[in-house]
């Protein structure tokens, strides 16, 4: 298993409990995969982007660290793809 580190940008209209929500739906794809969470946290509030990001000016930013077997990044890429409330993903291996 690799160590990696995702940062996330997600919409910034969201709700309190949606947030939670969503970043638990974060977390619960690495963990349906057989990985571990190193750990994850809310990284930055509202922020504003550089350019717009599907139609979005703003972004929460989110950041989590987790073991996960090499193969199985293609299959939560497309599941963090699949949700409409991420607007961007980063995927980085650690060494």
């Given at each position: 298993m690799n160590k990696y580190e995702a940062m996330f940008i997600v919409k910034p209209e969201l709700s309190e409990e949606e947030r939670k929500n969503?970043?638990?739906?974060?977390?619960?794809?690495v963990t349906?995969?057989?990985?571990?969470?190193?750990?994850?946290?809310?990284?930055?509030?509202?922020?504003?982007?550089?350019?717009?990001?599907?139609k979005q000016l703003e972004g929460v930013y989110y950041l989590s660290s987790f073991s996960l077997d090499p193969l199985a990044i293609k299959d939560i890429r497309h599941a963090y793809n699949l949700n409409e409330n991420i607007l961007r993903v980063l995927?980085?291996?650690l060494e």
């Open positions: 969503l970043f638990q739906q974060i977390d619960d794809v349906k995969n057989h990985g571990v969470i190193a750990q994850s946290a809310l990284w930055a509030e509202k922020r504003k982007l550089f350019f717009p990001i599907k995927i980085t291996k």
